[in-house]
């Protein structure tokens, strides 16, 4: 129940509105994953986040650590972090903000789910990249 909990504060926090194509068909799988969900079918679930991803859905990007974590915990936490570490180590814009919110997420979702150590590494990702950057702006670097 509390892995439900979340994927539906999930998708209501990153509905996303694209108008591509790639992007539709993985809403599209994005939308059967969840419902796969909500029959407690975690490994079909995890195929239809990987379409979407596949998509370019980032949402369905996001899910599918969560989902193989319900399935395999180690999988579930190598595949969170590799896929932070892919948008933290992307140069765009958009990549940057969805990594902010991503990295949010997980850090309540881990610690919701009682993985306090995933949830701290997390937490510490978000400070390390996030709060730098705004000490750094305040206080920029002296060039000279």
């Known amino acids: 129940m509390k892995f439900f909990l979340i994927i539906i504060i999930f998708s209501l926090l990153f509905s996303i509105n694209s108008h591509s194509k790639e992007a539709s068909n993985g809403q599209i799988l994005y939308n059967q994953a969840i419902e796969l969900l909500k029959k407690g079918d975690y490994k079909s679930a995890f195929i239809y986040f990987s379409g979407s991803c596949y998509n370019n859905y980032l ?35 958009n990549d940057k903000i969805h990594l902010k919110q991503v ?13 306090k150590d995933l949830s ?9 990249i996030f709060l730098r950057v705004q000490i750094e702006k305040v206080n920029p670097k002296d060039n000279n």
Do not use: H, T
Not at 59 to 80: F, T
Not at 120 to 128: L, P, Q, R
């Open 59 to 93: 949402p369905g990007c996001d899910m599918m650590g969560l989902v193989e974590y319900k399935i395999d915990k180690n999988k579930g936490e190598q595949i969170c972090k590799q896929w932070v570490g892919e948008l933290s180590k992307s140069k765009d814009k």
């Open 103 to 115: 990295l949010k997420y997980y850090i309540d979702a881990f610690k919701y789910l009682g993985n």
């Open 120 to 128: 701290g590494y997390f937490e510490k990702m978000y400070n390390k």
